[in-house]
Each structure stands twice: as C-alpha cells, then as structure tokens.
C-alpha cells in the first residue's frame, strides 16, 4: 500500500520532510529489509526505522487498514537480531540491565533509589551535557517520585476490579497508583492489587525483542487471573495488554476512566467531588486516540466532574515526542514536538494538564517546568484531587 493519505498525519515525517521518515517510505524499507534486498546493519536504514515514534496514526487513518504498529515491531526485531557491529558494549549492558529491571521488582526499587539520590546530590552538573545519561536525568528529574504503599482492600477473588502496576511505580507513577486507589476506594469499589505483576512489555515489543516481551506477558497472565476487569492507569500499558495474543486479559484490560464511566451510570457524578472550579487541558495521546480509541470516555468523565471546564486544544501535532523511549533518544525531534504539544495545551490558559499516559506526561512535565508551565497530572491524581474529603463514600 503506497498511497500516501498517512502523510500528513505522520509527526515525524511534518517534522523531517523526508520519504524515509514517512509510513510510505518506512513500508518501503521494510520490505526491502524483509526481502534480503537491504542490509540491516546499514546506518541510514536504522536511522528511518528506529526514527518511528510508534504514534500509529497512520494505521488509524489508513483505507486499507496496514497494521503498521505490527510490520514496524517486527522489523525492528530483525535489526535487533543483526545488531550493528560498532555497537557500543555501554549499550549491550544497560540493555540487559533494562531488561532484567523489567522482570524483577528489586532492580527496579534500586534503579529508583539511585535516580532520585542522583537527583538531590546533583550528579547532573559533572556530566557532560547532551550524552544519554544526562539527557535522562535531566529530563526525568521533574517527575521522580517516591515508590508507593498500596494496600488491597479485598482479596483479589472478590474484588471489583485488579490495577495493574506496570514497571514505572518505582520511578514516576507511585503516586496515580495511590490515587487510584484512593479514588476507587471512595466509590465504594473494592480493589485488589495482586502479586507477581511485571511490565507490560511495550519497551520490548517495540524495541524488537518479541521473546522477552511475551515472557513478562506470560507473567502478567498468570498473575491477574479470573474474569475481574484490569486496570491500567497508562494508556500505552492497556493498549500492550489489549493486544497479547491469544489471551484473556486483553479483554479485560482498561483504563480507569473507562472503568468509572461504565460502572457510574448516575447523572450527575455521585456528590463525592470538590465543585471548585478548575480549567483544565486534556491531553489525548497517540494510544489513546489510536489503539485503545477511548478518547470519549476520559472526555466525558471529566466534563460530568463539578467544577471543571475543559480548555480548548487545537493545532497540537499528531505526537508530542515522547515516544516511549525516544524522548531520550532523540531529543530535538521529541523536544521539538512537544513544545508545539505544550503550545496547543497552554493556549487557553489552563490550571493544569491531564494526560493518561506517563511517558507523555513525563516529556511535558520536563518541557513545561523548563517555562514554567502548569503542572501535569494522570486522571488518577486529577480525580483524587477534586475528592471531597468531607463526603461520605457512595
């Protein structure tokens, strides 16, 4: 399929002008890669291949409905089984060191540990600026935040509903996990957290290591058992899970404003919630608008809040940059995209942003605390803050 309506919904393509960064040219490569016909190892072929934010709106606005996501995943298995032979052996090691995070809990507590440390001891200033370490830390630092405690309230065969922890709670999303619970709770929904749980798998999957990322898939399965929904407050972790093959947490995967949009059917919101009033900026990320398509129960939910007016955003490109890994990676392109992001968010002078995925929020919370923006929530800290504490749960 070479017809091209992609174009213009490409990100990376409106950013570079070049056939190579677009779905077309990118189809092109990969079919000359999966034919013998390039070499793997060729620098400029790796450059317009890992260059793909995995945005996928082209596969949402494609009439012949090309799995993009799918072709783009396994062409990037294949440059990952003929790596590049000047690879550096730093980049070996902390892919295996990610990879081994990614599995076991222990890892991950001391990766957040030495990050928040790195951060209140100032190890930024004696690196150089632009190399990958402290390209991380400084755009990380904004959104560091303490592991959580959570607490069940049921064991998880009476339970109401599982949350998924994911891999970041030890770095970014401690805090929406506690809200969620916090908000849940105060519905009255009794919530389970179960043991066990990993990543989801999406840096894997993306990054073309199928095999590992099935393994943590396999875990997860085995660890949020039953028919109870499933949680996931990042919409790129629902959008992994909905898409495991051949399994039934798929099905049961959702987001947490879909959960409360179908489990509170009662007009208004039951009176649980502050009615102060608050302008607030939605942000929808490419997961949400393209994979999982549940732009309109976030919507929804939080215009039925008391309270809250949502600004107007428009002008926003298709992406904001951050691209699971490749705010890291590459900066300007990702920086660039999410200034133009923070612009259309910003415009109608909102108090604060929402945003449900924590890559993006943790790319715009970087960029808006560079200009002092407003400060970016999930929904789940969103909704624990318009709780009214002095109601009672319903």
């Known amino acids: 399929m070479h017809c091209g309506l992609c174009l213009p919904h490409c990100p990376t393509y409106a950013w570079h002008r070049v056939e190579g960064d677009s779905p077309r040219g990118r189809l092109t490569l990969m079919q000359g890669l999966a034919q013998g016909r390039l070499e793997p190892q060729a620098h400029r072929l790796r450059e317009h291949l890992e260059g793909c934010l995995g945005c996928r709106s082209c596969e949402a606005v494609c009439p012949a409905r090309v799995p993009f996501g799918a ?20 980049a ?9 995070a990614l599995r076991h809990e ?25 190399q990958p370490l402290w390209r991380t830390l400084d755009h990380t630092r904004a959104s560091l935040a303490p592991a959580p405690r959570l607490a069940d309230t049921v064991a998880p065969e009476h339970a109401d ?21 916090a908000v849940l709770n105060a519905l009255g929904f009794r919530v389970a957290v179960p043991r066990g749980q990993v990543c989801c798998g999406a840096l894997e999957q993306h990054g073309g290591r199928p095999q590992t990322a099935s393994a943590l898939q396999q875990r997860n399965e085995a660890a949020l ?14 959008a992994t899970l909905r898409e495991i093959p051949n399994g039934r947490l798929g099905g049961r995967s959702m987001s947490l404003t879909r959960f409360l949009s179908e489990h509170i059917k009662a007009e208004p919101v ?12 939605l942000h929808l990320p490419c997961t949400l608008r393209n994979v999982t398509r549940e732009t309109r129960n976030l919507t929804a939910l939080l215009q039925r809040l008391p309270g809250v007016t949502l600004t107007d955003v428009s002008g926003a490109p298709n992406c904001c940059g951050a691209g699971g890994t490749a705010m890291l990676a590459l900066p300007e392109m990702s920086d660039g995209l999410g200034a133009a992001t923070l612009d259309a968010l910003t415009a109608d002078a909102p108090e604060m942003i929402v945003s449900p995925n924590v890559g993006c929020s943790v790319h715009l919370r970087a960029l808006a605390e560079d200009r002092g923006g407003p400060s970016v929530l999930s929904p789940a800290r ?13």
């Open 71 to 90: 072709l783009m995943d396994r062409a990037r298995e294949i440059l990952e089984e003929n790596p590049e032979e000047d690879r550096p052996a730093t």
């Open 270 to 281: 039951p009176p649980t919630w502050r009615t102060s009033p608050v302008r607030v900026a």
């Open 161 to 181: 509903a599982l949350l998924f922890t994911g891999c970041m709670d030890r770095f970014f999303t401690g805090p929406d996990l506690e809200a969620a619970l």
């Open 106 to 130: 222990p890892l991950r507590a001391l990766g957040g540990i030495a990050a928040r440390a790195a951060r209140k001891t100032g190890v930024q200033r004696w690196l150089r600026p632009g």
């Open 382 to 394: 969103f909704l624990a803050s318009r709780l009214d504490s002095s109601a009672s749960a319903t």
């Open 92 to 100: 070996r090691w902390r892919q295996s060191l990610q990879a081994s």
């Open 225 to 238: 058992t039953g028919e109870t929904p499933v949680i996931a407050l990042d919409s790129g972790c629902e």
